[in-house]
């Protein structure tokens, strides 16, 4: 596997184009990685792309705090054989036959909105609830407004016979091929590591104990927002401005970090009422730029932040253009401020007679 294959497994494409002008060489786990958080790929691509690596990189061991503490070591060829083999395994077992086994499904529609109801019925085999689905995806498809036409689809399978057993979710594209498939166990949610010479191989939890620190175009004042799993779709994510990217910080520091979720990113977001909050995400290789062009609203308060963070503008000018945009968009809402009519706000002197109407006139 060369470079311009592993590019094409991440998510941004803002990093992706970094990473190829500094002609970035990754190492065998970091491909192994890529391919394990890449959003697009199907199980079967997923598979194809890990023996790849296993054909034509070299091997190497797999490096975590997580492992040295349960006392194992993996070596990423055996991890990704015995990876694959194990999830071709539980496929087949989630499509097959089960005695006591119920299936359901959801339909994701857009970004965000699953179209689900406790009315949902349930199938006794994996074939007759994806006929359904593709039933329902047709009847949704065919009414629905691009921005909520079905963008993914959840498949679930319980095992109702058995006290305790774990439930499957399948996730599939659009079109129903597999995308990933994972479990609930309502007795243990803990995180346990097969031993290496185990056949039951969990590729999600060794590869979530990796951390890696890939360079990334960002600093500090940049605006961002994640990538969208569902690009067709209207929908943007909300957009932060970047402190830190922790991963780059803590490795000048010379602190490698535990696992994935050390990837982070933080900074400042802006909730539905204006109101700045510090959060953080991960992972950092999820971001992308936001556009300049929809930083409008509210979200100018976000141009402000960008501009005091690079020390750009003093404390003062930020306080006062944040009060300014503030204010001025909020008496643009239908119902500002409360339940006073127009007349009464023109009376008042917050709207100008000639804006909304005389104080005589609507209300």
């Known amino acids: 596997m060369n470079n311009n294959d592993i590019y094409s497994f991440i998510n941004s494409k803002d990093v992706r184009n970094y990473l190829k002008e500094i002609d970035y060489q990754f190492s065998s786990p970091e491909a192994a990685w890529l391919v ?56 087949s077992e989630f499509c097959a036959e089960s005695p006591g ?15 689900s109801s406790d009315l949902t019925p349930f199938y006794s085999g994996y074939s007759a609830c994806l006929e359904a689905v593709r039933q ?17 689809v959840r498949i679930t399978k319980k095992i109702t016979e058995k006290p305790g057993a774990e439930t499957l979710l399948l996730d599939a594209a ?5 995308l990933s498939l994972d479990s609930i166990s309502p007795r243990d949610n803990s995180v346990k590591y097969n031993p ?11 590869l979530q104990s990796l951390w890696f620190c890939f360079p990334v175009p960002f600093k500090k004042g ?30 000048k520091a010379g602190y490698k970090g535990c696992d994935c979720s050390d990837m982070r990113i933080d900074g400042y977001f802006l909730d539905n009422r204006g109101m700045l909050y510090w959060d953080y995400t991960f992972t950092y290789m999820d971001y992308e730029f ?3 062009e929809c930083l409008t609203g509210k979200n100018r308060m976000l141009k402000a932040l960008r501009s005091y963070l690079r020390d750009e503008i003093p404390v003062d000018l930020f306080v006062n253009a944040c009060i300014s945009i503030f204010l001025t968009e909020m008496s643009q809402e239908e119902n500002f401020p409360g339940a006073y009519t127009r007349e009464g706000l023109v009376l008042a002197g917050l709207v100008p007679p000639d804006e909304r109407g005389s104080a005589s006139g609507e209300k």
């Open 174 to 178: 659009r079109n129903l091929e597999p």
């Open 196 to 206: 290496p010479d185990s056949e039951a191989v969990d590729l999600t939890d060794v």
């Open 36 to 91: 394990f958080q890449c959003r697009t790929l199907t199980i079967r691509e997923r598979h194809a792309a890990w023996q790849n690596i296993i054909d034509t990189m070299p091997d190497a061991e797999l490096e975590s705090p997580h492992f040295r503490h349960f006392g194992e070591r993996y070596f990423l060829h055996d991890i990704l054989k015995k990876g694959i083999e194990n999830e071709k395994r539980r496929f």
């Open 222 to 251: 940049d605006i961002v927002r994640e990538v969208s799993s569902y690009p067709d779709t209207e929908e943007s994510a909300a957009p932060l401005v970047i402190i830190s990217t922790d991963s780059q910080g803590n490795l």
């Open 101 to 115: 086994a119920v299936f359901t499904f959801q339909i994701r529609q857009g970004r965000y909105k699953w179209n």
């Open 136 to 152: 329902e995806i047709g009847e949704i498809n065919s009414d629905a407004d691009p921005e909520y036409r079905v963008t993914s």
């Open 290 to 292: 936001f556009p300049e």
